[in-house]
């Protein structure tokens, strides 16, 4: 199965919890998931209890689990179990209650009916040339049925049809891949490696191994529970998750930025580890015995042919100051395997990709800094977006006076909770930066409490459609406080719902995340769907996409709109012995709201829509025309179409632009007013 482990796209405000069961993967049972789901229920802010509701998502998802792409069943066969009745929903809930879970067994049945009629199909399949590929995926453009979005074939001869051109597809992505590394990937070999990635994903629901040996019952049930509780889980909303373990791997790798081991990314390609990529700084980089394309054959003399990648990683990881031996294959360029022993010591690992990137531009009598900051994070060693924005700050403090600074969230999507009032905090004296509500209606305050500020002087926040979660709350606040001008598209991604998880909890073998709670600004509202609204309008390359929670499956529906304001803080979840200190140290440094005035904002606004309406790039790109760039060729000059990222990255820099425009404005204005 071709994966690797890389960033995965997230929207998260995450504290951290556990649960009293913890079902062990490789031996869950059904017993587990009524279990598993009242603990659940008793922690998700709105759904308490099975109903015909969550039951009908429960089956939905269960089947587009196993058919995402809807390559494998008819639309008879779908809609049978799709379609269903209310009197046989309830008797589902009824089964659910029982602990009888025989219809998603029957499901799991036309499932492997579907994937043996499907490598009956793809036996049939015969591929000439990446040139052929390239030309039938160009001509399938014109066929409707074979749209990615299309609904279930009628047909067996378009399902098949519809099999045939995602796997030219996948075939196509991995020759460019590969030519991207300098690689020449063989056809045959791309055929192999794509079916090898059906077949591991099939084996799950077929219940055999690698080898297509029978799995063990335990197993077999384990494997059975799982996509089970995948489906109950992710029925409750569309932030709700039991994860998979490459998922939960990932997800807590961009969480925590750092693990320890030898610093390989691994990828499975036709049933072989392959490295990857070696991150920089690590063991595996600075040793330079390992290189990408190296297929890993034995850890600690272990042979890894039927482990899964999972499995290698763990191995691979482990304790600094420890050493790993690794037998590997390397192919040479006249084709021949030679094979050779690398030993390597696990380091503690930083991952750099993803956290804070720093700029600035000159202007009179100083900089304007710029700081990106890709999510909320927080690992070992003191490893945290708190401590890196603060590090940025004191950097660009270096360059020269710092005259207005932008805070860039455009694609920050979330992280944890308490390193977005970190970062918040940075900007303003003590107080207030989120009210949470759980599911048992009380409310959480959490507060910045070191009466400090980091930075003072103009303060612009860049955001976009796909600035989400604690991001949002970093955003809400400070625009709340009046301490930022917020520019960028209309509005924010609104995400105001928190997620607890268990995936960086040490010992949890069945990782899950679980929408637990809602947040409110500390001016009392709720960015749920309605985001964060822009005070300067300088639209990004997602203007104008469906983006956003609205548009995402089984959005969340949460009441109440707002709760009181809470500035002036009254320390009503304060403990009464706690209290002496928050009255002597904390309330005597709360921020005060100071806001922009109305003729600045009008001014600032002005400005910005003169220049917004004389570029003209902008303009064409606001209109949905092509950009267009100057390539010399000697002497001569010629005018070529930007490719789509091409123009995504000259719209991304003309937003940033405008963003400093704004920022030099806000400083020229406030010192006149």
Not at 163 to 180: D, G, N, P, S, T
Not at 617 to 641: I, N, P
Request: net charge neutral; glycine share 6%; with cysteine.
């Amino acid at each position: 199965m071709l994966r690797r482990f890389i960033a995965i796209a997230f929207l998260l405000v995450l504290p951290v919890f556990a649960f009293a069961v913890d079902p062990k993967r490789g031996e869950l049972t059904t017993d587990d998931i009524p279990k598993f789901m009242q603990q659940i229920f008793s922690e998700h802010i709105t759904y308490k209890k099975m109903d015909s509701e969550i039951m009908a998502r429960t089956v939905k998802l269960f089947v587009q689990q196993f058919d995402p792409q809807r390559t494998y069943l008819l639309a008879s066969e779908a809609g049978h179990f799709i379609n269903l009745k209310k009197d046989t929903l309830h008797q589902l809930v009824v089964a659910f209650g029982a602990g009888n879970f025989a219809y998603f067994q029957e499901m799991i049945v036309q499932f492997q009916q579907a994937i043996e009629r499907s490598r009956a199909m793809r036996k049939k399949f015969d591929f000439t040339s990446y040139k052929a590929i390239d030309y039938e995926i160009l001509k399938s453009s014109q066929n409707p049925v074979l749209s990615e979005l299309a609904p279930y074939p009628q047909t067996q001869e378009d399902l098949e049809a519809r099999f045939r051109i995602k796997m030219v597809r996948q075939i196509q992505k991995l020759h460019q891949q590969a030519e991207q590394l300098g690689r020449k990937l063989p056809l045959e070999e791309a055929v192999k490696d794509v079916e090898a990635e059906y077949e591991q994903f099939e084996n799950s629901y077929l219940y055999v191994n690698r080898e297509g040996s029978p799995l063990p019952a335990k197993a077999k049930e384990d494997l059975f529970v799982f996509h089970i509780l995948k489906a109950l889980t992710a029925s409750l909303d569309a932030h709700s998750s039991f994860l998979e373990p490459d998922e939960a791997y990932t997800l807590k790798m961009r969480l925590q930025k750092g693990f320890d081991g030898i610093g390989v990314v691994v990828e499975e390609q036709a049933g072989a580890c392959i490295v990857q990529e070696l991150l920089k700084g690590s063991s595996a980089a600075t040793d330079g015995q390992l290189k990408v394309g190296d297929e890993i054959t034995r850890v600690d003399e272990n042979p890894v042919s039927g482990w899964t990648l999972e499995e290698v990683l763990s191995k691979l990881q482990g304790k600094a100051g420890t050493e790993v031996s690794l037998d590997i294959k390397r192919r040479k360029p006249n084709g021949k395997d030679e094979e050779l022993s690398v030993k390597l010591e696990r380091q503690k690992i930083v991952i750099q990709e993803g956290r804070v990137e720093t700029s600035f531009e000159k202007c009179e009598g100083g900089i304007i800094g710029k700081i990106i900051l890709h999510s909320f994070y927080e690992g070992p060693d003191g490893i945290s977006a708190v401590n890196d924005v603060k590090k940025a700050l004191d950097d660009l403090a270096q360059k020269g006076p710092i005259k207005g600074l932008i805070l860039d969230l455009r694609d920050n999507r979330g992280g944890f909770l308490m390193q977005a009032v970190g970062v918040a905090g940075l900007f303003i004296k003590s107080g207030v930066i989120v009210i949470s509500k759980t599911a048992d209606g009380k409310e959480h305050f959490f507060r910045d409490l070191k009466p400090g500020i980091e930075y003072t002087g103009p303060l612009v926040i860049l955001t976009s459609k796909m600035t989400a979660s604690a991001a949002e709350i970093v955003t809400q606040a400070l625009q709340d406080y009046g301490v930022a001008i917020v520019v960028g598209d209309e509005r924010t991604y609104g995400k105001g719902s928190i997620q607890m998880q268990t995936v960086t909890t040490k010992g949890v073998d069945s990782p899950l995340k679980i929408t637990v709670g809602q947040y409110y600004s500390v001016s009392g509202k709720s960015t749920q769907v309605e985001g964060v609204k822009a005070d300067i309008v300088v639209p990004s390359v997602f203007f104008n996409r469906r983006m956003g929670e609205e548009y995402l499956h089984f959005p969340l529906a949460l009441e109440g709109g707002a709760v009181p304001a809470a500035f002036d803080d009254k320390l009503i979840d304060i403990e009464p012995a706690m209290k002496e200190w928050y009255l002597q140290y904390y309330l005597p440094n709360l921020q005060t709201p100071v806001h922009i005035k109305p003729q600045v904002r009008k001014e600032l606004q002005a400005r910005s829509k003169e220049r917004m309406d004389k570029n003209q790039e902008y303009q064409r790109f606001l209109s949905g025309l092509s950009l267009y760039k100057v390539v010399k060729h000697g002497d001569k000059e010629e005018t070529v179409k930007l490719t789509k990222e091409e123009a995504q990255r000259r719209i991304w820099a003309l937003q940033m632009q405008e963003a400093v425009n704004v920022a030099k404005d806000l400083a020229e204005l406030q010192t006149k007013v």
